[in-house]
């Protein structure tokens, strides 16, 4: 991450190493003033004890003794020279103190020099400072105050209900880990609204459907009662007609109270199975049995399972999954054609699929087929149930620890199975491979 503290810590780094490098040159040309300052004043000093050396008629040289180590060393010399005779010329002494002038005069010309560059530097180096915090500023607005304040204007947004802005691809700094952790806020909340909406749809398609479902057999029981009522008692057969039509849409009324509860067992989480090793070859024979007797269309059936198992299942819920799936197959297969369960074993878990020879689902609708409330096939087909019979199975399978799914090529048929992972050999086929 390109950290912004570390970017604007790393300018204020570099300002202040120049303002450093400024200040100490700054420091060292006021420490050349001051040694011209003092230069200077020795050289004058020098000139107006010569003055009074001539004065006193070049008696006492006292004063001029303590002027000693001069720079350059010419000026020493000469002034060695001058003390060394008794008594100099005019000539001499005029041409040193002029010498002394033009050496003053030098110094003054350095002193002004170092002034100005004293004063350019301190010009440079606030220039440089202010400078410094006006790009400083301009970075914190453009990398903070900008983004920010764009940001809040998103929230402001979202508050109010309003989700046409883009999601930006954020930079990678602090303020962009801000803005993606609102991105995924913000898709958060709008995965939820949608999945809300969708729960909203389902659960009106889900009260329609229930309406639907639960007038049709009780409108069938109340049929059949009244007309029982008004058949004379020695017409045995049509009692019996109508007699067997209300327990059929009796058992269709508890499948469907059935489904709903095991539909809020499953939304609560609290599903029950009650697991015992049970063979699996019967209960698959008896749910083919029972579909045989009940379903309407000329199909024919067929178990494929070379071997027998024990399976450490719930046997009423294993049974209601493989009808569900059974039941499922027979609504969208054609006349005369075969639905096949399958056992088989495959990457050390078993393999328990139901075929049939209908027109296949599509890609589309096999992506929602386990959803609650979805109902496939033509508007007939789709009035047969819930939508809650695959949603429930996929429950149970997973309960088991299996997995469900679907593999259907549309116009060639669909195969849905599930997996069972707690299985073993019958001990009767064990004990005949052993012998």
């Known amino acids: 991450m390109k950290s912004l503290q570390k970017q604007n810590l790393f300018l204020i780094f570099i300002t202040l190493c120049c303002c450093y490098a400024m200040a100490y040159f700054v420091f060292s040309q006021h420490q050349k003033i001051q040694l011209t300052d003092q230069l200077l004043t020795k050289s004058q000093n020098l000139s107006v004890a010569m003055l009074e050396w001539q004065s006193s008629g070049f008696k006492n040289k006292n004063n001029l003794k303590e002027f000693k180590e001069l720079q350059p060393e010419m000026r020493q010399k000469n002034l060695n020279t001058l003390i060394s005779h008794g008594r100099p010329s005019k000539k001499a002494l005029v041409e040193f103190i002029k010498n002394e002038k033009a050496y003053q005069d030098y110094l003054n010309t350095n002193k002004k020099t170092y002034a100005d560059k004293t004063v350019m530097s301190i010009t440079g180096l606030l220039l440089l400072i202010t400078l410094s915090c006006i790009v400083l500023m301009l970075r914190i607005k453009t990398q903070v105050f900008v983004p920010l304040k764009n940001l809040t204007d998103k929230m402001h947004g979202f508050l109010n209900n309003n989700y046409s802005f883009q999601f930006a691809v954020p930079k990678n700094n602090e303020v962009g880990l801000v803005e ?57 057969e049509k009692q019996q007609k109508f007699i067997n039509m209300a327990e059929l849409e009796t058992f269709r009324l508890i499948r469907l109270v059935n489904d709903f509860l095991d539909l809020a067992k499953i939304e609560s989480h609290q599903l029950p199975l009650e697991k015992s090793w049970q063979s699996l070859k019967p209960i698959i024979q008896n749910c083919i049995s029972n579909i045989e007797s009940a379903q309407k ?29 059974t039941s499922n197959a027979i609504k969208f297969a054609p006349e005369n054609s075969t639905v096949t369960i399958k056992v088989a074993l495959e990457n050390k878990n078993l393999y328990i699929s139901v075929i049939d020879q209908g027109q296949g689902i599509s890609i589309e609708d096999q992506s929602r087929i386990f959803d609650k409330f979805t109902q496939l096939g033509d508007a007939h087909s789709a009035k047969q149930g819930t939508g809650l019979g695959l949603a429930i199975t996929k429950a149970i399978i997973e309960e088991h620890g299996g997995r469900i799914g679907i593999h259907s090529v549309p116009g060639e048929g669909t195969e849905f199975y599930f997996t069972i992972t707690e299985f073993r050999l019958t001990e009767v086929y064990q004990n005949n491979k052993v012998a």
């Open 180 to 236: 993606k952790k609102f991105n995924e806020m913000a898709q958060t909340v709008l995965h939820q609204f949608k999945r809300l909406r969708t729960l909203d749809n389902a659960k009106s398609e889900f009260i329609s459907i229930t309406s639907h479902e639960l007038r049709t057999p009780l409108t069938a029981i109340s049929g059949s009662l009244s007309l029982l009522k008004k058949i004379p008692a020695t017409d045995t």
């Open 297 to 325: 269309k000329s199909l024919n059936f067929e178990l494929q399972c070379e071997e027998d198992y024990d399976v450490h299942v719930d046997p009423d819920r294993l049974q209601q999954v493989i009808t569900n799936l």
